[in-house]
């Protein structure tokens, strides 16, 4: 094969070290550095001494992040590379051999470069990435208040909606500090809340010891840290695409996409998405929003997908789930499928529509226009008075059709 590349370094990086293997048409030469910083520039410096223009690795966890951030500041080309792509022939497998088999691959140029965002993007979906689970922290504590109060056999999530409202907040702070009076914390309601009160005087009415009270005030000390956190990083996730308010706005037009939902897909998918990826399905693609391929002498094998970006995946499935009774064409897509092949595929199908929907109008300018809850029955208007007619006349009916003015 040609040599593509005359100066590679495929490198195996470790928690601990990183083994690197510099390939130049001298021969090669192989080094063990520690991944402390001290030691990183000293690996730098090396591949700088060898006048090495592109530089390998896989990526593994995060490991690959501090190289990455010190290559770039030096301006030198990199590929991180899915492991499933450079996988070597069986055999003694070791640091040395790995790191020499990606040094090969780059020289001869058969690596793909996994997609790795600039720096200024990469800080945008920690950020974001960060806010998502503490979110779900708050989710998670908010369910255990509902055991709490379950276990003190207290009912008042059976009266109200929202067990972290206004009203509620305040009754459990009461109960936390003590109150057991079931009058006195059904006074606590507010506004329409106040049409319940003889309801929750009775599921207000329970045994609280003190390990339930303690547990109670700790849990909502911690929601309430939590509330301020999520409020910090959505006002420095705020600056961070402030200049980019135009495409939150498109990507919120889209049914079942909120501001933040908006800004996580954002932080994904890039704000250049034109330029790195062509068409839209292959930013499907990489989400992981389409069957897999097996096929194998003429035999069509497991079409389960590939494992891709999980952050905007899971995102784009939670936004399919909100939009299944909405009279829309995002709904009635969700419906007809979850009538063929279930409510998951469903919102598979319906994610992958949303992403598609996504890159249309980030790379075309525009705004989100539906087409309609009876979009699929306007596509298919001819065989379903067909169907209709011929079931009519089979059951002795003689039908007429005029169209309606």
């Known amino acids: ?39 990183l520039l000293k690996l730098i410096d090396w591949i700088k001494e060898h006048r ?27 590929l991180v590379v899915n492991a499933q792509h450079m996988k070597a022939l069986p055999g003694r497998k070791t640091d040395v051999k790995d790191a020499e088999w990606i040094a090969q691959l780059l020289r001869h140029g058969l690596l793909k470069a996994s997609y790795i965002p600039n720096r200024i993007q990469r800080e945008l ?7 998502r689970s503490i979110i779900e922290e708050r989710a998670r504590q908010h369910n255990r208040i509902q055991k709490v109060l379950e276990g003190a056999n207290i009912k008042l999530g059976s009266v109200v909606s929202d067990i972290m409202g206004v009203s509620s907040k305040d009754m459990l702070r009461a109960i936390a500090n003590g109150e057991d009076d079931p009058e006195k ?41 939590l509330t301020e956190q999520i409020e910090i990083l959505d006002q420095e996730i705020a600056q961070r695409v402030d200049s980019y308010e135009e495409d939150i706005e498109r990507l919120d037009s889209i049914p079942g996409i909120a501001r933040r939902m908006a ?6 998918i890039g704000t250049d998405v034109k330029k790195q990826f062509p068409t839209a399905a292959h930013l499907c693609s990489w989400a992981a929003l389409v069957p897999g391929h097996n096929e194998s002498a003429g035999k069509r094998k497991s079409t389960r997908s590939k494992k891709g970006n999980k952050y905007l995946r899971s995102a784009l499935t939670e936004a399919a789930q909100s939009v299944r009774g909405s009279k829309n064409y995002l709904g009635a897509l969700y419906r007809r499928t979850a009538g063929r092949k279930g409510n ?62």
């Open 1 to 39: 094969m040609d040599v593509i590349i005359e100066r590679a370094c495929g490198m195996d990086v470790h928690k601990d070290n990183i083994t690197a293997c510099i390939m130049t048409p001298d021969g090669k030469e192989i080094q063990t550095f520690s991944t402390k910083t001290v030691f």
């Open 52 to 78: 090495c223009t592109h530089v390998a690795m896989e990526s593994t966890s995060v490991y690959w992040k501090p190289i990455v951030n010190l290559l770039e500041s030096e301006g030198i080309e990199f």
């Open 125 to 131: 979906r920690e950020l974001v990435r960060y806010r």
């Open 185 to 225: 914390l059904a006074g606590f309601a507010r506004r329409t809340m106040k049409k319940k009160k003889e309801e929750l005087e009775l599921a207000l009415q329970g045994y609280v010891n003190s390990h339930q009270r303690l547990m109670l005030k700790t849990i909502l000390g911690h929601i309430d840290f």
């Open 263 to 268: 800004e996580q897909i954002l932080a994904e």
């Open 344 to 405: 998951k595929r469903a919102a598979i199908v319906v994610a992958h529509a949303i992403l598609r929907i996504a890159y249309y109008l980030l790379t075309r300018k525009e705004m989100y226009v539906d087409l309609g809850e009876d979009y699929f029955d306007k596509q298919r208007q001819v065989s379903i008075v067909r169907h209709s007619v011929r079931r009519l006349e089979n059951l002795g009916y003689i039908v007429t059709i005029t169209e309606a003015s």
